[in-house]
DNA sequence: CGCAGCGTTGATATGGATCAACAGAAGTGG
DNA sequence: CCACTTCTGTTGATCCATATCAACGCTGCG
């Protein structure tokens, strides 16, 4: 049941730079746990400054934010090798609560050790940033996407975008994907309104881009897409670093 | 005319974490050079293979994006001690562009030392993910403030978060602030139209919560406008790195 | 002097929010 | 196992906020 590092299917993935045997040996004694989250609930909550840090093994998640006025904004749609909390860990503090979207396993990793990796690992570390940055890309180009896209155009990017980080992890034909998002997860993602959303789907589909029948979402046209929406293609996964 | 990072004014304000002598003198002989950019110059473009490191040294710059139709999304205003082009470095392409707004002054790093720096200074690398994980966090509040709030809400976020860095350097009072930009750098940075800027400017100005006359920036209300805007202080300062 | 850029305001059009309604699915409790 | 409730997808009607377009005075600059 419980995974071992130098054994873990998600390293056969195209989507992580490899690893020195004694990188992974450290990442392997860094892990303290597995845990598993149901659909809906949250695996970290915004402000907590005790929360861990852990990597997701399985399932999706999202990053969000909350007003107030009880509306809430995605983030950031989080994938099997991604890691979270590490804001917790060098800033005392999450600024961003986290949910599971459907059902999901984590290897919970001990923080204590994240200094260690700092004097011990410098090559793992420089990865480790390396990866942040491309976060960081991803971020600006989300920013571009909502400041500055039509609800359609946002939504097709981010389609496309989720296309690609699932192809490299061997979950997402060339043509499709299951999508577990539903009407409001996609909304609060774009953010645009509930029936924008209708709207705009039903949009992609006329324009024969992709339709999304019973949770699974079907490409039609990606270059077509690509070009509407200005979709740039992801760095080079060798950057990204899977702890 | 040529600044030593020993005696670097910069180093004196409170926003940024002190350094250890042998952090500072690593970083005073990564320094290459300083260069001058006038205002409306751009310091380096999407998408180049090409750029280097630099740090802002005076002025004011903003990191930007382009869509094929002319539209510009600014992503952040960068102040004096950002450090920019680390993208660039790590990942070997930046993928947004940077312009500077006022008369700009940077020192140039001379990038290949950043292989170093993981390896001699571990505690220097680890201070400078945690300035990156900062930076994430305030993305993270601008995906929100896009995607969710009302433009004068958007306006008011910007301008409260632009005092906190600012006065952090020394370079705002409690009440106000000098802003180099235009409709258009506001407009581009809050994602509306420069005519909604002219009117939630008005509608700023009518709540009592701040007025922009002649470049000058005057609060009048801020706590009434740190609740209706939402707005999060920013995390400790000694979190972030200058290099 | 003429021109270009910028702040500013107003008129109009429209895209997207809001609200409402409903059917089907799924979950829940008796 | 069925009735009931809740959630979700879907569509439509209405309204309003914001984009778009236009105009103009001002300033700085060539």
Redesign the interface.
Known sequence: MFIDCFHCPLRAAVAFRPMAPDELEFVRRTKSGERHYPPQTDIMIEGDPHTGTCTIFSGWAF?Y?M??NG???I?DVMLPGDLMG??SV????I??SVQAMTNVRVCNLDTARF?DL??IH??L??A???T??????R??????M????RPTERLGYFLLELRERLLRRGESADDGYSLPMNYTHLSDT??TSRSQLGLSLREMQERKWASLIGGRLTFLDIPAMKQSC?Y?HL??PA?RTLI
Request: aromatic share 2%; proline share 4%; charged share 25%.
């Open positions: 990053r934010k007003l107030n509306s809430r904004q983030l590490l804001q060098m800033t005392g503090r600024r961003h200094n700092f004097k410098p090559s570390s420089q480790l940033m390396a942040l940055l491309v976060e960081e890309q971020a600006d180009a989300r920013l571009l909502l400041g500055r896209q774009i953010g200005e740039a760095p080079d950057l």
